[in-house]
């Protein structure tokens, strides 16, 4: 009797842990295990992962560079022009647009497309290489050599997206002023000096602040995704191909939860900022 209630318990715990809700519990504990991890191996001597990080973060902007300020300058125009320009000129406010479009742009828009540009881009590319390196067993060899595979390439690699997002995020904000001053005055017909006051007036250094603030974040957590998706690699080049997707996959939905979360709580502290000067 003892002997099959131990066979009835061993089948349901096999039934249990091949489920795919205790896949998504493995995934999310060992994501949260190596965002700390990582951390503590960053913040100790000694520092040798710097000239890496920053041979990645290079790599990361390279490719990610020209999509971005593409996307940018295209969304802002389409919308910031084109579409709120025409309803705010239609209404006779057309001199209170630039404050309020650039200030929900860096709140929003600029964030958004940056981060899902480099989750897509620069994210995909780091779990391909972290899971092409298990496949090949080649961080089994650095285990067998004494080399510690965390220090030696996922540190590098996830602070290199956090370097990558905070200068990516700082283009990301650029272009789209860029665009929108050159553009805005004339089609709204008002001079660029409302453009500009309007802007000074609405844009806050607290809105800049938050925005580079939710970069870091979330170019730490991309880079933790895309390094455990890798280390969890199996199957070959499928494997890796599936590695890619569900590091997308969870970058994107997490972007979008953690952007929506913080700018509610951000703007329940500072209420004042919803209101619109000029």
């Given amino acids: 009797m003892g002997e099959v209630v131990g066979n009835r318990r061993a089948s349901v715990g096999v039934r249990v ?3 795919p809700a205790y896949g998504v519990l493995k995934t999310c504990k060992d994501m949260f295990m190596l965002g700390p991890k ?3 191996l960053a913040a100790t001597p000694p520092y040798s992962w710097l000239p890496d990080a920053m041979v990645e973060a290079n ?7 020209i999509p971005l300020a593409i996307s940018q300058a295209i969304w802002i125009i389409g919308f910031g022009v084109l579409n709120f320009g025409e309803v705010a000129y239609t209404l006779g406010v057309s001199d209170r647009a630039p404050g309020g479009v650039m200030v929900g742009y860096t709140r929003e828009v600029a964030t958004w497309i940056t981060m899902m540009i480099i989750a897509g ?3 995909s590319a780091l779990a391909a290489d972290i899971g092409a390196r298990k496949i090949r067993e080649e961080l089994d060899a650095m285990a067998v050599l004494g080399v510690d595979q965390f220090r030696t390439l996922i540190v590098p690699r996830v602070m290199a997206m956090v370097y990558a997002a905070l200068i990516l995020g700082l283009i990301g904000l650029l272009v789209p002023i860029a665009a929108y001053y050159t553009l805005v005055p004339a089609f709204l017909e008002f001079p660029s000096s409302v453009y500009r006051e309007s802007m ?4 806050q250094p607290l809105d800049l602040y938050s925005t580079f603030f939710k970069h870091a974040i979330m170019g730490f957590f991309i880079g933790i ?3 455990e998706r890798g280390l969890a690699t199996k199957g070959g080049a499928e494997g890796v191909g599936l590695t890619v997707t569900q590091t997308v996959v969870v970058s994107f939905f997490g972007i979008w939860a953690f952007n929506s979360v913080f700018n509610i709580g951000f703007l329940t502290i500072f209420p004042d900022l919803l209101v619109l000067k000029g």
């Fill in 38 to 40: 990582t951390l503590r």
């Fill in 17 to 19: 842990e091949g489920s």
């Fill in 225 to 227: 995704v895309a390094c």
């Fill in 121 to 123: 881009i620069a994210g």
């Fill in 200 to 203: 000074y007036l609405n844009l």
């Fill in 59 to 65: 790599l990361a902007m390279r490719r990610c560079i």
